[in-house]
């Protein structure tokens, strides 16, 4: 349904409900519509969405904006607009250490070495399971993450051999501070648990994710790009330079070239730091299952108890958030983080509110004292772009309507 208002196209899915009848502020999400056309005007944005869920309804799944150019006869960003939600997707990666952690297999403070041989040397030996999920490794930062001391583990790998060779390149690359000391945001590190649920459970990484998480959530749309359907990958979101160049190869060699990865991926090597592509509506079926104790629709993918870590703090009071130029305290559960207002001025969230940010750029938010969930988008023109209107004033505005 397209809806104008005070000149804003709104593109809005149907909904199990409308906002004022879970008690949300409807004159809220109107302000919300004018925020993203404002960015949208100011060219910094070529599109936003949303989706929001209260008490087990979902009562909002708009989009505004278009795309960068035509793709398959679509302009516009539809509520069903496929996009990348990039970093995200380490909570599917937290979720199934938490799944083989409840059945068994694992546990947090168990040794990487136990899992990984190559671990079994100097600083590296000291490394649990748990740094690696609440980035407290001291391995390798993103890129820019912590500039005074970058490394690149991927120059140390064998390009001729990744799989045999990656672990060992990461080893090579040495570390930013010794485990638990630091807050340093990782790819790399999840990368590694990606490799930890392959040996703890005998399938592929990814292959998991599939099984125990997509399928039961019912998550049909959510996928690799590599996994893509002829049908899903003309229901892409085309935004950055990136996209450009994929559309431009998939005019001239077919549709198939959209299903590549949009970041560097390399064979044998598990693709779990995120990436994963997906739309707001069908992240609120996570959303649900993490606020109905581990149930969706009937369908148990977790115990309460293992999502309870979800909401745990469990970084020490001495360690410091040192990435990207901060020093500050941080609130980190297993695998997101949760919000404080001691430590996070950025944004209005209830307090304790779980998410996770996604570059591009999207945030996945959970809010169980309110039973309240979001997920948004809003599609940077430049790449690696970030604002703070566009992230975090998104979330307040959000919240506001509450």
Sequence with gaps: MQICENKIIVRSAECDASPEEVGYDGSRLSFLNQHIQALIDEKRIWSGSYC????????????????????????????????????????????????????????????????????????????????????????????????????????????????????????????????????????????????????????????????????????IDTHWRKDATEAQLQRYNVANETDLAMVKAAEQFGIHRMAAPTYPTWPGIPDMAGGQTSTCREMMHLAEMILRGGTYRGQRVLGKTALELLWTNLIPEHVRDVSFGRNAGIRYGAGMPIYSAEYDREQILSEGTIYHEGAGTCVFLVDRKEDFAAMFQTSFRKEFDWDYRAVKGMASIIWSGL
């Design 52 to 219: 929001l869920w209260k008490d087990g309804k979902v009562f909002a799944d708009a989009a505004i904006g278009g795309l960068a150019c035509p793709w398959m006869g679509r302009t516009t960003f539809e509520p069903d607009t496929l996009f990348e939600i990039q970093s995200v997707g380490k909570v599917f990666t937290a979720l199934s250490i938490l799944k083989l952690m409840e059945d068994g297999r694992l546990y947090l403070d168990q040794p990487v070495r136990d899992w990984i041989p190559e671990f079994d040397e100097g600083d590296f030996r000291e490394i649990k399971v748990l740094h690696l999920l609440t980035h407290t490794s001291g391995i390798c930062a993103l890129e820019g993450g912590y500039p005074q001391d970058e490394r690149r583990w991927w120059e140390q790998m064998d390009e001729a051999d990744p799989e045999h060779t990656w672990l060992g390149a990461v080893v090579k690359t040495g570390i930013h501070a010794k485990p638990g000391e630091k807050w340093i945001y990782s790819i790399v590190g999840y990368v590694i648990l990606g490799e930890i649920i392959k040996r703890a459970s005998g399938m592929e990484a990814e292959e998991y994710v599939k099984k125990f998480i997509f399928q039961p959530c019912q998550m």
